[in-house]
């Protein structure tokens, strides 16, 4: 019962602060994958997702992301630098770029936060609750309804904002 408190009460910080963040201001972000500490990147800000470790191509702009609410928990995920939205094509892998998907009444481009303990959240997509995961913790990302490769960290992501600096 603690745990699932606590993991509730992560979520919902998670929700508050992207909440905050969004009507303030576009705050971005970049998405961590835990296992090797690389970001979520549109490689040369094209549809193709992968990993990097730091993109200095359009300034960054290709592993920057703004979340924009869109109910119950959900949001639609945002590039900066084309305001493309990430989106499994058809609900299903591989997971890429679109300029606004209208399939299954957009909802292959609907994801929550799934605390996971840390700071690290499983991105879970609205419409079949699999997961965003780099596969094998490498390029594609693809969706897994729940890997244990690597422990699971191949689908743990955590929130860095813009303006903290990539080491």
């Known amino acids: 019962m603690k745990k699932i408190l606590l993991l509730s009460a992560a ?3 998670t929700a508050l602060s992207l909440s905050a963040a969004s009507s303030a201001s576009a705050q971005y972000y970049r998405l961590q994958l835990k296992y090797n500490g690389q970001y979520l990147d549109a490689d040369h800000c ?7 470790p730091g993109s200095t191509f359009a300034d960054g702009a290709c592993q920057l992301w703004k979340f924009i609410p869109n109910g119950d928990g959900y ?5 900066k630098y084309d305001g493309q939205f ?3 094509n058809h609900c299903a892998s591989p997971v890429t770029l679109n300029p606004g998907s209208t399939y299954a009444g957009g909802a292959c481009e609907l994801w929550r936060f799934v605390p996971a303990g840390g700071g690290w959240n499983r991105l879970q997509l609205k419409i079949n609750g699999q ?3 780099a596969d094998h913790c490498a390029s594609p990302m693809a969706l897994n309804p729940g890997s244990t490769y690597a422990g699971g ?3 743990l992501w955590k ?9």
Do not use: H, K, M
């Not at 094209?46 to 990097?52: F, V």
């Not at 949001?75 to 590039?79: G, P």
């Not at 929130?159 to 080491?167: G, Q, T």
């Open 11 to 13: 979520s919902f910080l």
């Open 46 to 52: 094209t549809a193709n997702l992968g990993l990097n």
């Open 75 to 79: 949001y639609r995920i945002q590039l």
């Open 86 to 88: 990430l989106d499994a």
């Open 131 to 133: 997961y965003l995961d």
């Open 153 to 155: 960290a191949c689908e």
């Open 159 to 167: 929130l860095i904002p813009e303006f903290v600096p990539i080491n």
